[in-house]
């Protein structure tokens, strides 16, 4: 039997090397592990749960406002992929392609789906007829391959799970109320679920999805002072719907090209939630997408499996009922002290433990994840003392990361004071911008840091552009990224 | 505005071209869609939402055995997928292959995942140490690809949507008790859920699963006389173990070969739902996966927006809350008569009629898409009153499958009893069979049958082999199939 705590020694002390420590908890949480396909990671159970509450409840939100879900083919022809130029251009050098097939070689190569703008939209220019028909509102959950170079589980693999969102509307007014609505979406879901705070605003050009007018996108400050983009919104505007044709009959019988949106966001969701809030200990979930809210440890003294199991079981079954994710640890092979590590390590938010003494005093103790404090709860306050403190650490999660941020939220007048701050601190660094590509280039040839976010309204001590000194009419966030 | 009905008649009869009005049903209800890639299908929303809820039940029938949902990479290197011989051999040509990745020539082609045995393997062999790992439960959501010559939506394309479970366990015993657990599953879910019976049973060795011991599979007869395989559970034995080294230490400490299973349903099921209970108007769907149970058309007279609407709205909402699946067509583009003819084509079980004699009354009208008999129900006991109306057409649905399973099951005592049965009536054709291949090869030379399920005691008026005579320990179910 390993002795107690020796496994959290191979893990890298998250304030000691970030990067290790992640994909030390990745694969010592059993979240993910590496495949013989390079660049294509395996999602483990543990993992996959995670992702399973993130799908389940995006998927709620996106049906609650109208959306519905399809699917549409893996492959695509690639007469269609070039149809959008800019489209082609920015995802061809990524693409994987099927040459044969059925022992045979195909006559046009098929790219494996890196986006479905180019198979949906064929689809669309079939269904969309008449103003009747929008607007159209659909969502796809689906695998993607994208050929990377450099992965990581989670924040960057050659294949991916996401979910797409694909919408055609009569105005170019309804495409853009979307494309924010969505964002908002996605803003409330990082916020309220992953307890992740994010801005959210415009991309600049250079940063845009390859063939939208504008890419709006939610940004969040990682504790290594890098920012994650962890969702994209895109309006398309008619560019799709010029490139496949697809055109309705307004209201005034005149025949229109159709407005499009699409917005996605993926696996990599998974990566921030571990990076956001995990410690020295290993992962910490926030309760809303833990696939284990509180784990049961009977504590194994004399003959527990009398005593102290029936009552932990009782209790168990009790919780789950209310609807509670519960896990029964009752291993016969590991020592209490051996499970309250791995547990931690594991990131589940509270502890319940009951021994022989417990079962004398009708009690429990419950052991927040976050600070290690104990509580003496009686059986029959347990579910709602529990729900209450799986609240608080949702919330206290979401805090400590506001807190973070603000931390690690910088502002810049000059161009040089926004260059010691990406030497020495990093994190996000507000400045003036002018707007001009110009300016956006040199920062990140210099500095490495990209616009993650503009905001429309300069703050009002940015009045000017931080590298040219012109008129700043935004204020840009300016970071690292993954 | 189209004249009522006017769109019915663009569906083929069932009862004239099955064929026809299977393709019809597909399209004009928006199940799914033929896409530009060829024998790949596009599913769309409301074929979607019946196969979500497949889905749904299907995963929390395999939780709540033990089972939890993993994902495994979407390519597979050639040099793996080689490493079970029987299993290459037979996936080998049907298989899309990617040679190309990131604008380069790949080192080793890589196979779209026809099925994920080879992948998964090569990690169960990390992962497995210990009789402690055992036994591991792990299923799959995924898309898969079978380069298919002739193809057919939901029934055979080259790209489909799947679960597939993947296990390992410590003894030959517990391999064959979930390989049967599954099998049982599968007909629980066919029967209660999809209200087809099947039978089920073991596959003779020239139908089963390239690499398998044994194939277990549920089959059900379809209204053309036809058998549809809807679901398939193996028994590997050691076969993946040996090929891909996967050995744990048992109990007494010795190292040991694991033993295995592998078992799958795809979306073919939506095809055997619509096959077994559509009719001359449209599509009928069992109410457990109908994605609307119920669907309320207001009676468009007069000022009913103002009269009638307020109501139905009202009581979409007290259903909805009540947990039913419910529409509210409140589209004031087309007559009641319109709607009425568009929902049963669309296979809605339930229609909730309510005009101003009705506001009056306080009464609704329910119709039953069976046999559209009608009932007159008061407010206040509709909820009640419709959940037994939606019990009744399940049950129904059932009765009738099974009578028409009844009527086409025949037995056959000699070949040429069998061969005639075959070239009239179809349907299936029990037989003793002698076990030999030659017997089985024959029969598929002479009449396209195929043994779709073996049942072990035979049948007492059965005692021979109805091709050589021989003495016969099995009851084999012979049918032609899709």
Redesign the interface.
């Known amino acids: 039997m390993a002795a107690d705590n020796d496994f959290v020694k191979e893990i890298t002390k998250k304030s000691v090397d970030f990067s290790a420590w992640y994909v030390d908890v990745v694969k010592k949480a059993e979240l993910a592990?590496y495949?013989?396909?390079k660049g294509?990671?395996?999602?483990?159970?543990y993992g996959?749960?995670i992702?399973?509450l993130m799908r389940d409840q995006l998927d709620r939100m996106f049906k609650a406002s109208g959306h519905?879900?399809?699917?549409?083919?893996?492959?695509?022809?690639e007469s269609?992929l070039k149809k959008e130029a800019e489209h082609v251009e920015g995802f061809?050098?990524?693409?994987?392609?099927?040459?044969?097939?059925?022992?045979e070689v195909l006559e046009e190569?098929?790219a494996?789906r890196p986006t479905s703008e180019a198979?949906i939209c064929?689809?669309y220019a079939?269904?969309v007829k008449s103003w009747?028909d929008l607007p159209l509102l659909?969502n796809q959950w689906?695998?993607v391959?994208r050929?990377?170079?450099v992965t990581r589980p989670f924040l960057r693999t050659?294949?991916f799970?996401w979910q797409e969102g694909h919408t055609v509307h009569a105005s170019e007014a309804e495409a853009q109320e979307e494309t924010l609505k969505i964002l908002d979406i996605y803003k409330t879901f990082a916020e309220e679920y992953m307890a992740v705070p994010v801005l959210s605003g415009c991309k600049s050009d250079s940063e845009k999805f390859a063939g939208a007018v504008k890419t709006y996108a939610i940004e969040a400050l990682m504790p290594d002072g890098k920012a994650l983009q962890a969702g994209t919104s895109h309006n398309l505007g008619q560019n799709f719907a010029k490139a496949f044709n697809i055109r309705f009959e307004s209201r005034s019988q005149q025949l229109e090209y159709a407005w499009q949106t699409s917005w996605g966001v993926s696996t990599r969701l998974v990566g921030a939630l571990i990076m956001a809030h995990g410690d020295d200990s290993g992962l910490i979930l926030p309760p809303r997408l833990a696939p284990i809210q509180a784990v049961i440890v009977p504590i194994s003294a004399g003959n527990w499996q009398e005593t102290v199991l029936p009552q932990a079981r009782k209790i168990f079954e009790d919780l789950k009922n209310k609807g509670l994710r519960i896990f029964l640890d009752d291993r016969d092979?590991y020592t209490p002290g051996w499970k309250y590590a791995d547990w931690e390590m594991r990131g589940v938010p509270v502890r319940i433990e009951i021994g022989p003494k417990d079962i004398e005093k009708q009690q429990v103790v419950l052991v927040n994840r976050l600070n290690r404090k104990k509580k003496f709860i009686a059986w029959t306050a347990l579910a709602e003392e529990l729900t209450r403190l799986l609240e608080e650490i949702q919330n206290e999660l979401f805090n400590r990361a506001k807190v973070l941020r603000a931390e690690n939220t910088h502002f810049a007048a000059t161009f040089s004071e926004l260059k010691n701050i990406m030497e020495s601190k990093r994190g996000l660094i507000k400045t003036g911008w002018c707007g001009s590509g110009d300016c956006e280039a040199k920062v990140k040839q210099e500095t490495s840091a990209t616009i993650r976010v503009i905001q429309d309204v300069p703050e009002a001590d940015l009045p000017v552009c931080a590298v040219c000194g012109q008129k700043a009419p935004h204020t840009a966030v300016f970071a690292k990224s993954y």
Chains 1, 2 share one sequence.
């Not at 294509?40 to 159970?45: A, D, F, G, N, Y």
């Not at 879900?69 to 893996?74: G, I």
Request: proline fraction near 9%; glycine fraction near 6%.
């Open positions: 592990d495949s013989p396909m294509m990671m395996v999602i483990r159970p996959y749960e992702w399973e519905r879900n399809a699917y549409f083919p893996l492959l695509i022809p269609f061809a050098p990524e693409v994987a392609w099927v040459t044969m097939g059925g022992g190569r098929l494996i198979i064929s689809m079939k269904w009747r659909i689906a695998n391959v050929w990377e170079k050659t294949e799970l092979t």
